[in-house]
Nanobody, 116 residues
Framework: VQLQASGGGLVQSGGSLTLSCAASTRSSGINVMGWWRQAPGKQRELVAAHTRGINTDYADSVKGRFTISVDTAKNTATLQMNKLKPEDTAVYYC???????????WGKGTLVTVSS
């Protein structure tokens, strides 16, 4: 499975960006899709993830500002990021988990830079 992510860029504090991710398969085996991020010098952290038919989780730091939308039929995930802050600056990675084979898949990452 390949994940193609797009939408990163440079935005001013308070602005918005939308990240998009599409998996190369429409397999129903993918039951989790989400976004992670890694800031310089920090560990990769979960931003938002949707588990098919169950729930959506958000990092506390983005609740109320970010919204993830997942099309489980097409295996696509969109992250709408509003009210961006400089601390949101990071490389954002799309992630998909196939429960049938217990395997994670990662996109290449897209850089989001929020200037103050």
């Amino acid at each position: 499975v390949q994940l193609q992510a797009s939408g990163g860029g440079l935005v001013q504090s308070g602005g918005s960006l939308t990240l998009s991710c599409a998996a190369s398969t429409r397999s129903s085996g993918i039951n989790v899709m989400g976004w992670w991020r890694q800031a310089p010098g920090k560990q990769r952290e979960l931003v938002a993830a949707h588990t098919r038919g169950i729930n959506t989780d958000y990092a506390d730091s983005v609740k109320g500002r970010f919204t993830i939308s997942v099309d489980t039929a097409k295996n696509t995930a969109t992250l709408q990021m509003n009210k961006l802050k400089p601390e949101d600056t990071a490389v954002y990675y799309c992630n998909a988990y196939d429960a049938r084979i217990a395997r994670d898949f990662w996109g290449k990452g897209t850089l989001v830079t929020v200037s103050s």
